[in-house]
């Protein structure tokens, strides 16, 4: 039989195009929520947050400059009136935040020891100053005023250099911007904002920086929709054709019509928890300070979380199937505060016993126990016989009575962290009943929130 040995040649641009519509999304929500996120968000569980920006300056709260010249609340109109010149301006505010104590690497060592697996920085807030030159931003970013330096590209550097994911905030939207405004003069039927502002900052910063995350925020109220922010358009080259396509996470803050409905992750609101379980995967903002996202002068002891409040929001929010992003606000100055580094601190030292039941673990046949109020469960997402009950109250009679699982004669149990067995026996009236020997406090795993791995239970 005769041989055709004759060869074929493809085109390169040809294969190309082959190759990139495989895997090619529509600039419309239908296809983008089709996307699955990457495997390293869901598995990381715990990123730190961070406002830093001008606000930080008259450290009071991060939208200081809408509450005082937009809204003209009188706590505020009074505070500029009594500590201010009569002409001070809020880009006045700018020279002094200078950032002289800003160690990229200091803060990434922080972020890492408290067991983030992802760290989010606000490149620009709704004052639109930007953190980064952005050619976009002329004169109202920290190269041209205050640091005189790249501080997106100093933290961006720091954070990749330490192994974690980089997360990038960045505002549609700006209070002030008379583009902004006059798109919004005319019901948001002109773009010359998002052509002239938002978009091309966006693409700058993906571009530049090569970011894990993009954190987009607005005003989800008043806004417009995304089709006026052309985020769909962005979001598809985002998947498809930008440097971070295979590993870059987007949320839902894109316009009006998006929130909780559609992007990659559903954050809704400001410390969201919807106390149930999501088909979709969703992430609980929270703030240490109770009462601000950013640095506040005037904060007392009482306003900040303790890490018993912070390891609760972290269990029940990843035993729910969400990711925990912790806010902490910086210094104008370029520090993190010594409170906030306490219980990031304390929060790693928790998570280097007891994170192989918060990372790479979804969420068990039950939540909250049906007996007990105070234990929360997870399963790891690779071994179905690894269930970790999170208990966190501590029991008067180190007897600990669970009614979610049902043992089988091959059970064992630990307390994480602790060497030998748990004894156990079945309940009454099913479940199981735990009897915790007498540990010295030396040997104790941890102070807060133990987790007890169970081990082939019967469900």
Not at 35 to 54: A, Q, S, T
Not at 290 to 314: C, P, Y
Request: aromatic share 16%; charged share 20%.
């Amino acid at each position: 039989m005769a041989t055709d040995n004759r060869k074929f040649y493809l085109h390169p641009i040809l294969i190309s195009i082959c190759i990139t519509c495989v895997v090619c999304y529509e600039p419309n929500w239908n296809s983008l929520d089709t996307r699955k996120n990457p495997e390293w968000y869901d598995e990381g569980k715990i990123g730190i947050f961070l406002h830093w920006g001008v606000y930080s300056v008259p450290g009071n709260m991060v939208w200081f400059w809408y509450y005082w010249q937009r809204q003209k609340l009188p706590e505020y109109v009074q505070f500029m009136k009594d500590h201010y010149p009569p002409n001070f301006q809020y880009a006045d505010f700018a020279p002094q935040f200078r950032a002289e104590f800003f160690d990229a690497d200091e803060w990434a060592k922080i972020f890492k020891d408290a067991g983030a697996r992802y760290v989010v920085l606000t490149t620009k807030h709704h004052e639109g100053f930007t953190l980064w030159p952005s050619k976009y931003s002329f004169n109202w970013n920290a190269m041209s005023v205050g640091p005189k330096r790249d501080l997106v590209g100093e933290f961006s550097n720091a954070i990749k250099k330490s192994g974690l994911r980089l997360g990038l905030y960045h505002s549609l939207y700006e209070w002030f911007n008379p583009l902004y405004m006059k798109d919004k003069a005319n019901n948001f039927t002109t773009k010359e904002f998002v052509e002239a502002k938002t978009m091309p900052e966006l693409y700058e910063l993906v571009n530049t920086y090569h970011p894990d995350y993009i954190w987009s925020d607005g005003a989800p109220w008043d806004s417009g929709n995304s089709s006026y922010w052309n985020a769909p358009e962005f979001i598809a080259w985002l998947y498809n054709d930008s440097p971070v396509r295979y590993t870059v996470v987007t949320n839902d803050r894109w316009g009006m019509d998006v929130s909780c409905k559609h992007g990659g992750v559903l954050t809704c609101s400001d410390r969201y928890n919807p106390g149930k379980l999501k088909n979709r995967k969703w992430e609980n903002a929270f703030t240490i300070d109770k009462k601000s996202w950013g640095f506040r002068r005037n904060a007392a002891l009482t306003d900040f979380m303790t890490i018993q409040e912070i390891l609760h929001q972290v269990i029940t929010t990843v035993s729910y199937g969400g990711n925990a992003l912790i806010d902490v606000g910086p210094t104008p100055y370029g520090t993190i505060p010594p409170i906030f580094q306490e219980r990031l601190k304390q929060l790693g030292s928790w998570l280097r016993v007891n994170g192989e039941g918060i990372y790479r673990t979804v969420p068990w046949v039950h939540q909250n126990d049906t007996v007990n109020p105070h234990v929360w469960y997870t399963v790891s997402k690779y071994s179905s016989v690894l269930v970790y009950a999170f208990l966190l109250e501590w029991p008067d009679n180190n007897i600990v009575k669970l009614g979610a699982p049902e043992p089988s004669n091959k059970t064992v149990v630990y307390l994480v962290g602790y060497p030998d067995p748990i004894p156990w026996k079945a309940g009454p009236n099913g479940g199981i009943q735990l009897t915790i020997p007498n540990i010295p406090l030396p040997q104790m795993p941890c102070m807060w929130a133990w987790a007890f791995r169970l081990i082939d239970l019967s469900n």
